[in-house]
């Protein structure tokens, strides 16, 4: 095999899986691993692939990579809305409470569930955010009490981040916490680009007295730049695919219960 057909098989099983590794593409491709690596330090030259222990992932998925809300909005569309309804499903019937809402794409798909209730639900809630989108969301629905948490405004995602937000999350305990993530792996947990971001999600997660993560697996085995929280403070991750060997086994250990959408 020419060594185009061999970076054109490497590129499209990372599309597939996200991710390569040497010793198994030697395997299935009969070549040595140091054929493979540099077949990989090539394709990294080219900026096509990012270098990772093992082997390589997308070049988008660095540490420090984040694209604008408008960009992510049609990505996994289907899935995100499968998880926001199976999310939203997780706050009973009746249930009077507090409900958080982190800013993101997939977070957006719950408050769009949550918004469908009857009236009488509704104002049995009060529901906060720092998301521009997801408050214009919420105060759709008259009969709903909206709590927004104010600060710097980032571009990117639309949320409310800096001291001012950090301040407001410190005196708030939400009875249940919606929160994303750019990344989750068994090692390094939540995570996310931006460390003011990373501030405030791990706010929220410490405030909430429980904690439901709802991602899409395109972040599964993920680890972008700044730490948000453990998994052991989690309480439940919602999400569109079962978790490979490492992460489900991370997730047990730590008892995280994993509802697929």
């Known amino acids: 095999m020419y060594a185009t057909e061999r970076h054109a098989l490497i590129l499209e099983r990372i599309t597939q899986h996200g991710k390569v590794a040497v010793r198994e593409l030697a395997g299935d491709l009969d070549v040595t691993p140091e054929t493979i690596r540099r077949d990989l330090d090539q394709l990294e030259l080219e900026n096509l692939v990012r270098r990772v222990h093992g082997g390589a992932v997308s070049n988008a998925l660095g540490s420090l990579a984040e694209t604008a809300v408008a960009e992510r909005q049609p990505l996994n569309h289907d899935a995100k809305v499968r998880i926001g309804e199976v999310a939203e499903r997780l706050i009973p019937r009746g249930f009077t409470g507090s409900i958080l809402i982190d800013a993101g794409t997939t977070t957006a798909e719950i408050a769009a569930a949550l918004v469908r209730r009857p009236a009488d639900e509704l104002a049995r809630l009060q529901v906060i955010s720092n998301s521009l989108p ?122 995280v219960e994993a509802v697929l959408a």
């Open 134 to 255: 997801i408050l214009a969301l919420l105060a759709s629905r008259s009969e709903l009490t909206t709590i927004a948490i104010g600060g710097r405004v980032r571009g990117l995602t639309s949320a409310a981040v800096g001291p001012s937000a950090l301040a407001q999350l410190a005196a708030l305990r939400p009875d249940l916490a919606f929160v994303g993530t750019n990344g989750i792996s068994a090692e390094f947990g939540l995570s996310t680009p931006d460390p003011d971001e990373a501030a405030v999600k791990s706010a929220m997660c410490r405030g909430a007295r429980r904690v439901v993560v709802a991602v899409d697996a395109s972040k599964f085995d993920q680890d972008a730049l700044t730490h948000i929280a453990p998994l052991s403070g989690v309480d439940a991750l919602v999400t569109d695919q079962p978790p490979r060997a490492a992460l489900a086994a991370a997730l047990t250990e730590n008892d």
